[in-house]
T-cell receptor, first 112, second 114 residues
Framework: DVKVTQSSRYLVKRTGEKVFLECVQD?????MFWYRQDPGLGLRLIYF???????EKGDIPEGYSVSREKKERFSLILESASTNQTSMYLC???????????FGPGTRLTVL | AQSVTQLGSHVSVSEGALVLLRCNYSSSVPPYLFWYVQYPNQGLQLLLK????ATLVKGINGFEAEFKKSETSFHLTKPSAHMSDAAEYFCAVSKSDSNYQLIWGAGTKLIIKP
C-alpha cells in the first residue's frame, strides 16, 4: 500500500513564526502536492512538484514556499505564519499515470 | 475553464437506502475521473477511478460509479447505506493540460439517518 506520512497531526504556532510541514511518501512517486482545506472552500492547491528540486505554484501560493531536495520528501514552509493560515493541510503524492493522487492524514495547523 | 460540480453540499439518506451522489464535469479531452472519501479529521482515500476502460467502475466499500460521456456525469452510488458511510465525498477530474493535477469538486457531506 502507498503510504504518505505527515510530520504532525496537530500543530499550534504563533503569528510570525516560521513553520515547516513535512511530508514523506514511500512509493517512489514523481509528483507531490500540498493542499489546504477550509470549510466551504474545498481543496485548494498551494504548490506541487513533479521532480526533485522542481516546483510549480498552484492556485494559492502566496505566503508559502516549498522544498523538494529528495524524491520522497516534500516540505511546505510558512515563512511568517499568520492567523489566516489556520487550516487543514493535506499532502499527496502520485504518478503521472492517470493523475491519481494518494493522501496523507493531514496536519491541522492553528496560528494564534 | 474546467470544472467539477457536485450537486448538494449535504445529502441525507436513511440507513439501508440507496446512496446517490452526483458529479458533473467539464473537459475538452477524455478525462480520468475519481471519487475520494474523507472521514472526519483524516486525509482523503481513493474510492474508485475511471481511466477509460469499463464505464461502470466498482470501488471499495460497495460503492460504484458510472461514466456517462453524453451527460458528462460520474455519479457515485451504493445500493444500501450504512452508518459507517457518513463522510465527505469528493469528485475530481484530471486537468486536461496537465499530467499531474486534478480539478476538485466542492465536496458532498453524506449524512446517514438511523
Amino acid at each position: 500500500d502507498v503510504k504518505v506520512t505527515q510530520s504532525s497531526r496537530y500543530l499550534v504556532k504563533r503569528t510570525g513564526e516560521k513553520v515547516f510541514l513535512e511530508c514523506v511518501q514511500d512509493m517512489d512517486h514523481e509528483n507531490m502536492f500540498w493542499y489546504r482545506q477550509d470549510p466551504g472552500l474545498g481543496l485548494r492547491l498551494i504548490y506541487f512538484s513533479y521532480d526533485v528540486k522542481m516546483k510549480e505554484k498552484g492556485d494559492i501560493p502566496e505566503g508559502y514556499s516549498v522544498s523538494r531536495e529528495k524524491k520522497e520528501r516534500f516540505s511546505l514552509i510558512l515563512e511568517s505564519a499568520s492567523t489566516n493560515q489556520t487550516s487543514m493541510y493535506l499532502c499527496a503524492s502520485g504518478r503521472t499515470e492517470y493523475n491519481e493522487q494518494f493522501f496523507g492524514p493531514g496536519t491541522r495547523l492553528t496560528v494564534l | 475553464a474546467q470544472s467539477v460540480t457536485q450537486l448538494g453540499s449535504h445529502v441525507s439518506v436513511s440507513e439501508g437506502a440507496l446512496v446517490l451522489l452526483r458529479c458533473n464535469y467539464s473537459s475538452s479531452v477524455p478525462p480520468y475521473l475519481f471519487w475520494y472519501v474523507q472521514y472526519p479529521n483524516q486525509g482523503l482515500q481513493l474510492l474508485l477511478k475511471y481511466t477509460s476502460a469499463a464505464t461502470l467502475v466498482k470501488g471499495i466499500n460497495g460503492f460504484e460509479a458510472e461514466f456517462k460521456k453524453s451527460e458528462t456525469s460520474f455519479h457515485l452510488t451504493k445500493p444500501s447505506a450504512h452508518m459507517s458511510d457518513a463522510a465527505e465525498y469528493f469528485c475530481a477530474v484530471s486537468k486536461s493540460d496537465s499530467n499531474y493535477q486534478l480539478i476538485w469538486g466542492a465536496g458532498t457531506k453524506l449524512i446517514i439517518k438511523p
